[in-house]
């Protein structure tokens, strides 16, 4: 074990593999962008947004573990603090509140896509600057968290451990804060994703030609929603861990909110790494126009080799 717990273990072992994965797909996001229209919706503006947000909070959270348990660094943050220390602390509870924001901001896109596609928040949506979604999404959610980080208390043990000791008020915001976020947003999502199953059931009963344009772009929006709605579930562990240390924020013994904050890599970290393989799984758009180009880039310059070497062979008569 690299780490003293298999929770770190697997967060670890979960960055490792899949970040280069979410590198990769939202560089291509950003360049296939320019190639493909595809690529310049709002749901894809908000896919970079989001990216952003989840290697953003595994990119924090990972020079924490290597202070902490590499001492890589560990002075340095220390000789920051109480600065730091606040950083660390509310990064967190700040990162789940975005990645929700961001959750539902999907999903609206979806339900607009789908059942409001000729409405007119939806038209201002598709003509929306891209720079100005993506701020919309980060300064939304900064505003929802404002409040939590006015009540900032909080500073290091020590700077070996690095284990942040804030005060019960700042838990208690803090889990109000994201536990309210996510409830909004999931009853949000739960009645925006009751009007799509209805949509898209009539529209299944109604389509007779399912080997239509039509029908395979019914097909195309099932499987986006259906990527939105495993985020969803996602999005509501981490709602119940929240809870869950928000009750814990009582209790006196500070020993069982530590134990109990040992699953805050495994849950953020399945929050934010959910996204890639699922872009890898149930995206058709990334499949054919990323990986798709890719594939077709290296048979290209396969076969472009083989002339060479063919004209070459019988240049020499061999």
Same mark, same amino acid.
């Given at each position: #074990?690299?780490?003293?717990?298999?929770?770190?273990?697997?967060?670890?072992?979960?960055?490792?593999?899949?970040?280069?994965?979410?590198?990769?797909?939202?560089?291509?996001?950003?360049?296939?962008?320019?190639?493909?229209?595809?690529?310049?919706?709002?749901?894809?503006?908000? #896919? &970079?947004?989001?990216?952003?947000?989840?290697?953003?909070?595994?990119? &924090? $959270?990972?020079?924490?573990?290597?202070?902490? @348990?590499?001492?890589?660094?560990?002075?340095?943050?220390?000789?920051?603090?109480?600065?730091?220390? @606040?950083? @660390?602390?509310?990064?967190?509870?700040?990162?789940?509140?975005?990645?929700?924001?961001? *959750?539902?901001?999907?999903?609206?896109?979806?339900?607009?896509?789908?059942?409001?596609?000729?409405?007119?928040?939806?038209?201002?949506?598709?003509? #929306?600057?891209?720079?100005?979604?993506?701020?919309?999404?980060?300064?939304?959610?900064?505003?929802?968290? $404002?409040?939590?980080?006015?009540?900032?208390?909080?500073?290091?043990? %020590?700077?070996?451990?690095?284990?942040?000791?804030?005060?019960?008020?700042?838990?208690?915001?803090?889990?109000?804060?994201?536990?309210?976020?996510?409830?909004?947003?999931?009853?949000?999502?739960?009645?925006?994703?009751?009007?799509?199953?209805?949509?898209?059931?009539?529209?299944?009963?109604?389509?007779?030609?399912?080997?239509?344009?039509?029908? %395979?772009?019914?097909?195309?929006?099932?499987?986006?929603?259906?990527?939105?709605?495993?985020?969803?579930?996602?999005?509501?562990?981490?709602?119940?861990?929240?809870?869950?240390? @928000? *009750?814990?924020?009582?209790?006196?013994?500070?020993?069982?909110?530590?134990?109990?904050?040992?699953?805050?890599?495994? *849950?953020?970290? %399945?929050?934010?790494? &959910?996204?890639? &393989?699922?872009?890898?799984?149930? %995206?058709?758009? *990334?499949?054919?126009?990323?990986?798709?180009?890719?594939?077709?880039?290296?048979?290209?310059?396969?076969?472009?080799?083989?002339?060479?070497?063919?004209?070459?062979?019988?240049?020499?008569?061999?």
């Amino acid at each position: #074990m690299l780490t003293p717990t298999w929770q770190m273990d697997f967060f670890i072992f979960e960055t490792l593999i899949l970040i280069p994965v979410y590198v990769f797909i939202l560089i291509e996001f950003v360049v296939s962008r320019k190639r493909h229209k595809t690529f310049q919706t709002p749901y894809y503006t908000l #896919m &970079i947004s989001q990216g952003l947000a989840d290697i953003s909070t595994i990119l &924090i $959270f990972s020079s924490l573990i290597a202070a902490r @348990y590499f001492s890589l660094g560990n002075e340095l943050i220390y000789s920051l603090s109480p600065y730091s220390a @606040y950083a @660390y602390t509310n990064s967190g509870p700040f990162m789940f509140t975005l990645r929700g924001v961001g *959750v539902f901001l999907i999903t609206t896109q979806r339900y607009l896509s789908v059942c409001r596609a000729h409405g007119t928040l939806n038209y201002h949506l598709n003509h #929306m600057p891209p720079l100005l979604l993506g701020l919309f999404h980060w300064l939304l959610s900064l505003l929802i968290y $404002f409040p939590a980080l006015l009540q900032t208390d909080t500073r290091f043990e %020590n700077e070996i451990t690095l284990l942040t000791i804030a005060s019960r008020t700042h838990l208690q915001y803090t889990s109000i804060t994201v536990m309210s976020s996510y409830l909004v947003a999931c009853i949000a999502v739960i009645i925006m994703y009751s009007q799509i199953a209805v949509v898209m059931i009539r529209a299944r009963r109604v389509d007779v030609t399912p080997m239509s344009g039509k029908s %395979n772009k019914k097909l195309k929006d099932a499987r986006l929603t259906l990527h939105v709605f495993i985020l969803i579930i996602f999005c509501i562990i981490a709602f119940f861990f929240y809870i869950g240390e @928000y *009750v814990l924020a009582f209790d006196d013994d500070v020993s069982r909110v530590r134990a109990f904050r040992l699953y805050y890599p495994t *849950v953020s970290g %399945n929050l934010s790494f &959910i996204n890639p &393989i699922m872009l890898l799984t149930l %995206n058709k758009d *990334v499949q054919s126009g990323i990986l798709g180009c890719r594939r077709r880039r290296l048979q290209s310059t396969l076969s472009a080799q083989a002339a060479k070497r063919t004209g070459k062979s019988r240049s020499t008569g061999i």
